[in-house]
């Protein structure tokens, strides 16, 4: 059993509370590579933000959990390096599905879990968070729970239809599992393809799709019902069309790859939400930049010679966010 603490990490305890009162929301930024957390940090560091790195049960599997876990505390330790004195950094599971893996993180040192029984039964789903609820404030870990069911593929996390959150569940929700934060469902999605052409109209200028408006009704609705509560926003990337373009420019084929417009999470995060996940944008940001670079250069092989501009395009993704979309910037 190894505590977050020894590790320099810290819960989400604190930074929500300041979030949510101050109109901003923490990034949730998931990581699978060194390239990925390297470019995490830096951005972290420069903009003086707090970060969750999140791990889903995606990365334990592609990386190594053990691996992921010292990288996240090589992640401290390379914020004092650059210049930070107190880094907060957050390390957390996304995603989990059972007590047993919750339980298997909280002991090998990350500061905060989520148990994702929103695929269960209203009182299941409420069991379960309790169960990993009583096991993880022993230790003082910080457990995010989940009403409510996200569309898309995301890891091993798919659904096909969404479910929006019910206002009127939230309280007993709350109440009853101890949980410290909820995750929503008001029309976000996982993945690069958040939406179906079908459900989109088509900007007549650009061709490009135009998605269907986030529930803010529900968000408020929610607001109201647990004032100053930690709200959570899963599958919130934009997926940004340059990126896209890049991508299919380069050889790709993502046609019609759609996301959350940018302005609607400035919004969210203004209001309780105030931890907002961003993977897929992050994966093509990466994908961008190793596409051009190998089709400029086809003689090259080396893969730093690659991998450090995909790190570079991930940083500038990181901090756009951080300053002109979630507004953490400072925030330390
Ligand atoms: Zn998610």
């Known amino acids: 059993m190894v505590s977050y603490k020894e590790l320099g990490l810290v819960n989400t305890r604190e930074m929500f509370a300041k979030a949510v009162k101050g109109g901003y929301a923490i990034p949730a930024f998931n990581f699978n590579t060194m390239e990925q957390m390297q470019a995490i ?7 003086k933000s707090p970060v969750i790195m999140q791990v889903s049960k995606g990365a334990r599997n592609y990386a190594n959990a053990t691996i992921l876990r010292y990288m996240a505390q090589g992640a401290v ?16 599971l996304d995603h989990g599905d059972t007590f047993e893996l ?20 209203y009182e299941e789903n409420i069991a379960l968070a309790k169960k990993v609820v009583d096991y993880a404030h022993k230790y003082d870990v910080t457990v995010e729970a989940e009403l409510g069911v ?10 096909a239809v969404s479910h929006y959150t019910k206002p009127e569940e939230v309280i007993d929700f709350s109440q009853r599992s101890g949980c410290d ?3 929503i469902s008001i029309g976000t999605s996982h993945g690069a393809y958040k939406f179906t052409p079908a459900q989109c109209t088509r900007d007549p200028k650009t061709g490009k799709l135009v998605p269907p408006p986030l529930a803010f009704n529900i968000l408020h609705e929610i607001e109201k019902k647990l004032p100053g ?15 896209v373009d890049t991508i299919n420019k380069y050889g790709g084929k993502l046609p019609d790859a759609v996301g959350i417009p940018e302005e609607q999470l400035r919004e969210a995060a203004k209001s309780a939400v105030c931890k907002i996940n961003i993977d897929s944008d992050s994966r093509l940001a990466m994908t961008a930049a190793i596409r051009k670079y190998l089709a400029e250069n086809p003689s090259h092989f080396d893969p730093r010679q690659y991998l450090k501009p995909a790190r570079e395009n991930m940083k500038k993704m ?7 979309v979630l507004g953490s910037n400072n925030k330390l």
Not at 150 to 159: K, Q, R, T
Not at 232 to 243: C, D, F, R, Y
């Open 150 to 159: 996200l569309a898309g593929v995301e890891d091993e996390v798919s659904s």
């Open 229 to 243: 509560f930690p709200i959570v926003l899963h599958g919130s990337s934009s997926v940004p069309q340059e990126e």
């Open 181 to 183: 934060s909820l995750a």
């Open 102 to 121: 919750c339980k298997d993180c909280i002991d090998m040192g990350f500061s905060s879990v989520m148990i994702d029984g929103s695929s269960l039964p």
């Open 77 to 92: 330790e390379y914020a004092k390096e650059l210049g930070c004195a107190n880094p907060q950094i957050v390390l957390h």
């Open 318 to 324: 990181y901090i756009h966010k951080i300053v002109n």
């Open 41 to 47: 940090v830096q951005a972290a560091v420069e903009t």
